[in-house]
């Protein structure tokens, strides 16, 4: 989409366990690291991890990608910490660069106080003003910071004094703080004399300051990154490596050559094919977490094929999803089931996926006037045979495999589907035009849940994520309601029907819910590495390097 992964914006995924085909080569035969020879943890060091992009801007408010966000973030960080907790409620919060805040009464007044300790790293505390600052540039429309419609329920930031500032929103509801803890926080010293308008034409690599673990040393583009410890860090003793360096590796396959010879300590993406490798190689581990996105097939609900819900269903019963998970991802996932993950609070669980049944797939079809009339094999109705075009992006193995199987588990039913496989940028721009009738994709789920981008309707020619053109004015109706609600208890039943009335639409065809495999040096200790970034404890990695 062209916009940074913000945390809490769902956004769609480029390449989601890309790169799955080929024959992996065996792992070079290693000695295991010796476990009961490891003492620690110690200081120093340095880890090396493999990522595909490089950083695109080194202005936070507009980088483009999420590896860039996610390396930005240990430069800038936010107010306090999102915890990987969201299953049974909205995910906590800990202590950042705000040691404290409390609420008013009425909720609708939120006051940080900031960490007496945080300064950045050319020695100038961090005040109130560069919270302030922040807020406005997350809220300017001249930057149009991809996070911006998350600040329109707050009603103005005010700082107080130099270590308290006041967030006060127009009315109260279950994501206060998250919203006021999305962004960086950037130095206003340094920053506040540009405008926002000349921000885009503006070199950021000569106004880089840090108030994270680590500070910017060197940056060869398309090559390597490389960050050092910040001295000035408020937490005494950390981060405890020296050094973190990114090395630039647009190829996949290289990625993991370099991973399983020791070149680079962390690599992000480990392809399903590469997963049994990784796990049995010696100096390796493999993480595997759930991870915050669903799998599906967009079917276009204004196009003649698609508008009745009776051959979405049909379309859904005839792909058996469960050979996808086996035979595409390897077993590294869940079944589908509608547009909240199965891991989260606000999930439905009275929702279970529908079931691979061609014979009920076939009765619906016939009942939405599908039939094979000419005995070519292919269904018709009023001389219009069920022929269609299936898209996906070019490269993307793992979607690539999904469209043939769909195409052939689809002739079994009756209907030709006919992958194509283009540019990222053009499938993109086709679907935001509406051009297309399916396309398989996914979308990364945000902690704060929010269906109205994609499930409410759009007028036409208005820009939205609702790509295939869904529209039940229920639905709409209740996203306008559930916005306004002040709790999470009185957010659920909401919630709940309007994901049931989602999946008996099946505006699209939920494939699966992702997880994400992570392949990491068994000499970088202490990491906790999990769906909110790689780096979420990097202050506490230290490294054990065999002295033999």
Known sequence: MGTAVRRHLLVPILLLLAACGGRPAPPPALTPVPTAAVSGPRSGGTVVVGILTDVDNWNPFLVSTST?????????????????????????????????????????????????????????????????????????????????????????????????????????YPYQLMDANDGPIVPAHAWEGIPFETWERVDWSRHILSAGPFVHASHEPQQQIIFERNPRHWRKGHPRLDRIVWRVLPDQSNLITQLKTGSIDLMEGIPPIEAEHVRQHPRLELIVFSDRSYGYVGWNNRNPLFRDRRVRRALTLAIDRTTLLDTVLRGFGRLGVGPVLSTMWAFNHELEPLPHDPGEARRLLEQAGWRDRDGDGILDRNGRPFRFELLTNAGNQVREDICLLIRDQLARVGIEARPRFIEWGAL???????????????????????????????????????????????????????????????????????????????????????????????RVRGAVINDATPYFNVDEWWVWDDPS
């Open 68 to 172: 860039a966000e996610d390396i930005l973030a240990l430069l800038y960080p936010t107010l306090a910490v999102e915890q990987v907790d969201y299953r049974d409620h909205p995910p906590s919060f800990t202590p950042n660069l705000a040691e404290s805040w409390e609420f008013s009464p009425d909720r609708l007044q939120l006051t940080f106080r900031l960490r007496p300790g945080a300064v950045w790293s050319d020695g100038v505390p961090v005040t109130a003003r560069d919270v302030v600052f922040s807020w406005k540039a997350r809220i300017s429309p001249v930057l149009g910071w991809g996070g911006s419609e998350l600040q329109e329920r707050i009603a103005s930031v005010t700082a107080l004094d130099d270590r308290t500032v006041r967030f006060t929103y127009h009315f109260a």
């Open 428 to 522: 993109i721009s086709r679907l935001q035009r509406g051009e297309f009738e399916a396309y398989v994709s996914a979308w990364r789920e945000a902690t704060q849940v929010d269906l109205a981008p994609i499930w409410h309707s759009a007028p036409p020619g208005e820009p939205t994520m609702n790509y295939v053109g869904y529209s039940n004015p229920q639905v709409d109706r209740l996203l306008a309601r559930v916005g306004r609600l002040s709790t999470i208890e009185a957010q659920k039943p909401v919630l709940d029907r309007i994901q049931a009335l989602i999946v008996r639409d099946q505006p699209y065809t939920f494939l699966y819910e992702g997880e994400r495999l992570d392949g990491l040096n068994t």
